[in-house]
């Protein structure tokens, strides 16, 4: 089975300051993992994935995250918020050891960068 | 929202009645899934499919039944044994099932009842 944890429901966070979204999952076997962000009535978009290799992966619009394979994390960074990451962003793991090929996702975290 | 697009926007189902909604891409990819979100919740995977003329039930696949007779399309009926079908539907699609590959989501169907 696999599952996934974002923590927090919303993070507000001012223009200009660091950013940072939490996740953490549970799967059998290697994990793979990946990020989206879904702008109001909108499709996902993809932004970044690990698979293997460098535990700092990064991803579209200055995004970037860290594999943490003791604490089963992989936390969504970046440097410098901007008002247009306003958006509803989605952990979501996979693993190939069940032979489900589809995203597992949870509720979602909601940014909100204030001006 | 890339080479996959999802008609209507916005569809509206009577009681009792089946409606389709469409998925298409043109990305070449093997395969496709679809999913369902409700509102203040993450995604459900619904049905996938990857290779052409072979599909499997996901994981909230009752009430719902797909087909996928091209490579380009992969329409999901939303039938009338569904018995709470208000949701956005999101199509997706990755260049094969393996487990590494990205999925790229289409822009959605609202599904709403009359």
């Known amino acids: 089975a696999q599952s996934v944890a974002q923590p927090e429901d919303q993070v507000n966070v001012a223009e200009g300051n660091p950013l940072t979204v939490k996740c953490t999952y549970s799967?059998?076997?290697?994990?793979?993992l990946f990020w989206y962000v879904q702008y109001p009535n909108r499709g996902l978009q993809f932004l970044l994935k690990y698979i293997t290799g460098d535990n700092l992966v990064k991803g579209s619009y200055g995004f970037e995250a860290e594999f943490n394979k003791s604490q089963t994390s992989f936390h969504l960074k970046k440097p410098s918020a901007l008002v247009s990451d306003s958006a509803l962003y989605f952990c979501?793991?996979?693993?190939?050891?069940?032979?489900?090929?589809?995203?597992?996702f949870g509720s979602g975290t909601r940014l909100q960068v204030q001006p | 929202d890339g080479g996959i697009t999802q008609s209507p926007k916005y569809l509206f189902r009577k009681e009792g009645q089946n409606v389709t909604l469409s998925c298409e891409q043109n990305?070449?990819?093997?395969?496709m899934y679809w999913y369902r979100q409700d509102p203040g919740q993450g995604l459900r995977l619904i049905y996938y499919s990857q290779i052409v003329n072979d599909f499997q039930k996901g994981d909230i696949a009752e009430g719902y039944s797909v087909s996928r007779e091209k490579k380009e399309s992969f329409p999901l009926t939303v039938t009338s044994a569904q018995k709470n079908p208000t949701a956005f539907y999101l199509c997706?699609?990755?260049?094969?099932?393996?487990?590494?590959?990205?999925?790229?989501f289409g822009p959605g169907t609202r599904l709403l009842v009359l």
């Open positions: 990305l070449n990819h093997d395969a």
């Open positions: 799967v059998s076997g290697n994990p793979y």
């Open positions: 979501a793991p996979k693993t190939g050891d069940t032979g489900r090929r589809a995203l597992t």
């Open positions: 997706a699609s990755s260049m094969s099932g393996a487990v590494q590959e990205t999925q790229y």
